[in-house]
């Protein structure tokens, strides 16, 4: 049996300009970092010739074409796997729909344990970039680069999305006290909406393919919030990294209407109001997590919890996407 992990993720700077349809014209910046949340894969060889895929539905097909499942379809197409003799189960800490980027991990936790089963040895950036022709290339889904290289490589990672589709890769340099001080007084905060976030995605591609001046120079300033974000950062000028998050949570509204609404906007005020120093929506929007930056976090606990809202407690995770049994 191999089972391998992949991280979860936030986004501390820059997200949306990890798409295509924007980085490939302008370059792209953004700042993430892996959380101790995960998305697991096991396999196992089967008794008789079949594939068993086990996930919110169960498959039990002969060949690799008859697969619903497009990710793992396609990653069994990548890896050159045509024996259908394997049993495929998928677990998670937290289910999709939340905005911490589920799908990469589970790409990349997929991809890395058929590879260990062929006994393929791929490095990790190689790892991602397989995530990424699968989920971008392959399957036409409107996503970004960021998730499925976060969740690859772990720790508080820079990644610069170049326009010929390189990625570059840089750890965030942090002493280690502003390390524990981000990792400290950053909370998330369940809203209990879960969605898919195509729709959201999809409507910031088209307008970016489609040159809306409006889009463009949004992910512009976003971009530059990316880059500054990083700089306030390194120098441990934490709050001042905090009210960023504010703008940066105003810019990505503009975006789509349905970013946010009435009932996330009274959480967010209400978190304002009692200790969030800064804050926003993780993931393309609609629901899933707010994360907030706090130096008060009784208070903004007592109260968010109050009103119902359920934390999630986590530490940052380092070692990415790994093989944890074989």
Not at 87 to 106: C, H, K, N, R, V
Not at 134 to 141: K, P, V
Not at 203 to 219: C, G, P
Not at 224 to 253: C, I, P, Q, T
Request: net charge neutral.
């Amino acid at each position: 049996m191999i089972i391998t992990r992949s991280p979860l993720r936030i986004s501390l700077g820059g997200g949306g300009t990890d798409l295509p349809s924007y980085y490939r014209r302008y370059g792209g910046f953004v700042i993430s970092a892996a959380i101790n949340k995960y998305v697991y894969i096991t396999i196992h060889q089967t008794f008789f010739s079949e594939l068993i895929i086990k996930y919110s539905k169960m498959e039990r097909v002969q060949t690799v074409d008859q697969v619903q499942h497009p990710i793992i379809r396609e990653a069994l197409k990548m890896v050159g796997i045509v024996e259908p003799t394997l049993e495929i189960t998928s677990m998670a800490d937290i289910p999709d729909g939340t905005g911490l980027g589920s799908s990469g991990s589970f790409t990349t936790a997929l991809l890395k344990a058929l590879h260990t089963y062929c006994n393929n040895v791929v490095p990790t950036s190689e790892l991602a970039a397989q995530a990424c022709e699968i989920e971008i290339d392959r399957l036409r889904a409107p996503v970004g680069k960021q998730d499925q290289y976060i969740a690859a490589h772990g720790g508080v990672t820079c990644f610069d999305f170049q326009q010929d589709d390189n990625v570059v890769v840089s750890p965030l340099r942090l002493s280690t006290e502003i390390l524990n001080d981000l990792e400290d007084n950053l909370m998330l905060f369940f809203t209990g909406v879960y969605r898919a976030a195509s729709a959201t995605l999809k409507e910031q591609d088209e307008k970016t393919r489609q040159s809306e001046s409006e889009m463009l120079e949004n992910l512009h300033s976003v971009r530059e919030m990316g880059a500054k974000s990083r700089e306030y950062l390194e120098a441990g000028r934490l709050v001042d990294f905090a009210e960023l998050m504010n703008v940066h949570w105003d810019f990505k509204k503009r975006r789509s209407g349905a970013m946010s609404n009435s009932q996330i906007d009274r959480w967010y005020s209400l978190a304002r109001e009692n200790g969030a120093l800064g804050g926003k929506l993780i993931g393309a929007g609609g629901g899933g997590f707010l994360m907030f930056y706090t130096e008060d976090k009784t208070r903004l606990r007592r109260v968010m919890n109050g009103v119902g809202m359920r934390e999630v407690r986590f530490r940052f995770d380092f070692e990415g996407t790994k093989v944890i049994v074989q």
